[in-house]
């Protein structure tokens, strides 16, 4: 049995029905499922009461993890709440309590409320990211998506031409400092966190299609000096997230939502996070070196 797709936005995103991810999948409903993320960009399953090993089981189907650490956040191992292969996208500790307002860890996770990819930070950044929704607030906690493919198509020729060779860097310095976190960083955080080197324009091999690789996390551009590189990403930014080319996912219980970094950014809705509970968990699939090969 084929799955069947309900479009969720006139240029993207779309619900998928006809499949039951905590059971095995045959090679065909595999490869349907992975065309659909190529030409949609996200992916929404809704009534998908996953086990942590039933989601990792999932995303396996689609490649390597890459697993959480030092590289991406500032959770040391023996706090985490989570296993291994699963990243901690809530606002718990490891003992199941909320964060306080001025807990540490809470003022890291803010930033999650940028416009962002994940893994732009690292050399080769993620391929996909995967959310599962476990427990959610009476209210807010939404995640929006943007299409980068939509807002590439939107620039003219001029514009184009300009953004083809720029070469962007990218760390978790950059979208801290957004919000005044940088200051609080030490220094083997800011060593994991060094600042990498990312085409601004990413072609996806299967499709063929141009996207813009934006994200909160880029905080230069080779060769320009930094105020005139943040200001440029900054408006390229405004342009590529405004509604129309927006998806906002209002979470159901045990929605799984599959999103393509490659093809989008994201971020998510405030809520009162020191109050109510917001438990996410996320696997990711890693990228390869030939998707967003480093510049020397």
């Known amino acids: 049995m084929s799955i069947s797709l309900r479009k969720l936005h006139p240029l993207f995103a779309c619900q998928v029905e006809g499949v039951v991810l905590g059971e095995p999948l045959s090679p065909r409903t595999v490869a349907e499922i992975a065309s659909a993320l190529d030409e949609n960009a996200v992916l929404v399953f809704r009534n998908q009461a996953l086990t942590d090993e039933q989601q990792i089981a999932f995303t396996e189907n689609f490649g390597e993890l890459e697993p959480p650490g030092s590289a991406s956040n500032i959770t040391r191992p023996q706090d985490r709440r989570l296993g291994k292969l699963l990243g901690d996208l809530s606002n718990l500790d490891r003992d199941g309590q909320l964060l306080a307002r001025d807990d540490r860890q809470r003022m890291f996770n803010l930033g999650n409320r940028l416009w962002h990819s994940d893994s732009s930070y690292k050399a080769i950044p993620a391929k996909c990211s995967l959310l599962s929704a476990r427990r959610l607030p009476s209210a807010g906690g939404d995640t929006q998506f943007a299409d980068m493919r939509s807002a590439y198509d939107a620039l003219d020729a001029r514009e184009r031409e300009q953004v083809e060779d720029l070469v962007c860097e990218h760390s978790l310095i950059y979208s801290r400092a957004i919000l005044g976190f940088d200051d609080a960083l030490s220094d ?19 499709t063929g299609r141009r996207s813009l690789f934006l994200s909160a996390h880029a905080g230069g551009i080779v060769g320009w000096p930094v105020p005139e590189a ?13 509604a129309r080319f927006v998806y906002t996912h209002r979470w159901q219980s045990h929605d799984l939502v599959i999103w393509d970094n490659r093809q989008t950014m994201h971020r998510l809705r405030p809520f009162n996070d020191t109050v109510e509970v917001r438990d996410m968990r996320r696997t990711t699939i890693a990228g390869d070196a030939s998707a967003a090969k480093q510049i020397d």
């Open 188 to 206: 083997t955080e800011r060593e994991n966190f060094r600042p990498v080197r990312q085409r601004l324009v990413r072609t996806l091999s299967t």
């Open 230 to 242: 943040r200001a440029f990403l900054r408006e390229l930014s405004e342009m590529a997230t405004a």
